[in-house]
């Protein structure tokens, strides 16, 4: 199992930016995602890096959102701009196609 620490989120105002951290507890060589869960919604697929660094974003976050890794630092990032308050949500990554242990994800707000 591969430990997942998501840090960066908080308080934005609309049309700020973020960058989400994602630390692994060691390498991961497979693809990384970010996914983001709102109140009372399901959890959803935000961005994808594959370990050669071939990216794919959900249609909501295309041209705002970039999804970036340092395998060097086990670490994948998430660069959020134009933030708009339908982004608000808890944002968690994790392993693809086997997923490890859910992490305790970081909340971001973005306020109107």
């Known amino acids: 199992q591969v430990q997942l620490v998501e840090s960066g989120g908080g308080l934005v105002q609309a049309g700020g930016s973020l960058r989400l951290s994602c630390a692994a507890s060691?390498?991961?060589?497979?693809?990384m995602n970010w996914y983001r869960q709102a109140p009372g919604k399901q959890r959803e697929f935000v961005a994808g890096i594959s370990s050669g660094g071939g990216t794919n974003y959900a249609d909501s976050v295309k041209g705002r959102f970039t999804i970036s890794r340092d395998n060097a630092k086990n670490t994948v990032y998430l660069q959020m701009n134009s933030l708009k308050p339908e982004d608000t949500a808890v944002y968690y990554c994790?392993?693809?196609?086997?997923?490890?242990?859910w992490g305790q994800g970081t909340q971001v707000t973005v306020s109107s």
């Open positions: 060691r390498s991961v060589f497979s693809i």
């Open positions: 994790n392993t693809s196609p086997r997923p490890q242990t």
